[in-house]
Every structure is written in structure tokens, then in C-alpha cells.
């Protein structure tokens, strides 16, 4: 019972606003989430066909209903789906996460854990290109989406990047694409999140054109991390902010409850 997920005339019929459908986009993104991350099992084929709007009240005074009270996502078919392993589920945890604080270590500790660097990789080389590639915005999270999600950035400086290791990123920088990658290694699981991936883009950016699963999925982290250990992590990369001030971290964002942040901030005292 419900209106394919790409059909724009069945939702204009059916009055799915603007907004309920980035909501539906957004619900993507955090059911994937939930699957590479907390369940390690997935759908590997999230094509239109699969995937449904539920249009869960008339459009009679929809305009008092908001989009989750309005349109739930609807999946189906799980009967192509793949598998993850732990470190591989929080390796990919660690790299959205990193690409959100443009942080070049966590990078390489997220590729570690998934293990896509080879043995011999040259860790100088391919710590330049991530560089290179946050300093240039060829791969980046999308900062409206995230202040709208309740992200604040601290004001913009000329090196925004946060490392702590030395490389010398212009002896390094301009790394040639295909030098860096035969530096990695694909395990036929990634094979299937790509492939997830692809037509999740395919789908998002048909319900909103700024769609992109990292910024979608990244305002649910702390669903994923837990909202104790979330906000704790937070609170430190605030406290390495003061000492840095170069760096940029996303604030704790409006969305988590309250009470939580208070336990949080009095379980950070209390450690103190």
C-alpha cells in the first residue's frame, strides 16, 4: 500500500510537499546507516522498484502534520542483501564521521579498520590525497543540509583541515588518482555497498536534488554510537578545539534530547 518511490505524479496526486520528501530521502540514508553500522546486513539493490512511500494520512490539514507524521519510507525485497563484518561496520561509521570533521587521520584509521589498504601502501601518499581532497571539496558533506539538521561549524579559516600528523602537504599534494589507489584493496562486501550506494544517490537525488548519504546519514551517528558515548566524543573534540583553534568540529546538534546532554556533560565531570 503504497505510491513507488520515484513516481512524482502519484506523490504530487497525493500532495507529498517538498519537505516530505527530504524527509523520505533522509530516511534513507539513516536505514542505511542502520543496516552497514548497527545491523551489518543490508539490501544490496535499493532501486526505485523497492522501495515505496506510504502516505500515512489525507492531505486534509497536512499542513498541521509534520513529515513524519504525514510519509513513512516502505522497503522491499530483501532478497538480494550482504553481510558485514564488525570492523568493516565501524570502519564505515568512522569514515562518514570523519568526512563531516574533514579529519585526515580519522581517515586513514576508518581504512584501516575496513581494510582497503594494502600491506604496502604508501600511508604518506595516500594521507596527501585525503588532504588534498577535503582542502578542494572534491569529497566533502554538504554543510546546509547539516546546519539545518541542527550542526553549527566554527567560522572559516584558511586551514580548516584537521590532522595532527606531519606530513608535508605540499611536497605531497596533486597526488595523481590512480597512483593513490593501487594503494587499495576492495573486499567483495564493498562491491555491494557501492553498488547500495549507487542507486541510493539514484533515488535520493530524485526526492531532493541536494541528497547525499553521508550528510543524510550523519545527524544519526549518536543513534548509532549510543547518545552517552556520542555526546562524550563531542564534548572532547570541543576541549582539542581550545587548543587548536584551527580546527573545525561540528557542534552537538539540536536534535539529541536534552536530558541526554546533561548526562552527558555531568559523565564527563564526573571523569574529570
Known sequence: PSIKI???AKLDAANVTAAEREYLADCLGRSYLRQF???KFFSTDPHPGNLGCEVLSSSTSSSKKTPEQRVRLVFYDFGQAATLTKGQADGILDIIEAIVDMNVDKSMEAFDKMGVLKPNADLGKVRAKISENY?????KANRKRLKRRGYAYAAE???TITRTSNVDDDDKAKVRDAEV??????PAEYAFVGRALAQMAGVGKTLDPEFDFVSSAAPWLYEIKGASQYLKQELSKRLEQFQNPLQRYHL???FVDKSEKSKGTTNKENES
Open 135 to 139: 582542502k578542494t571539496g572534491k569529497v
Open 157 to 159: 579559516t584558511n586551514s
Open 6 to 8: 520515484t513516481s512524482t
Open 252 to 254: 552537538i546538534p539540536t
Open 37 to 39: 553500522c548497527s545491523h
Open 181 to 186: 589507489m593501487q594503494y587499495f584493496t576492495l
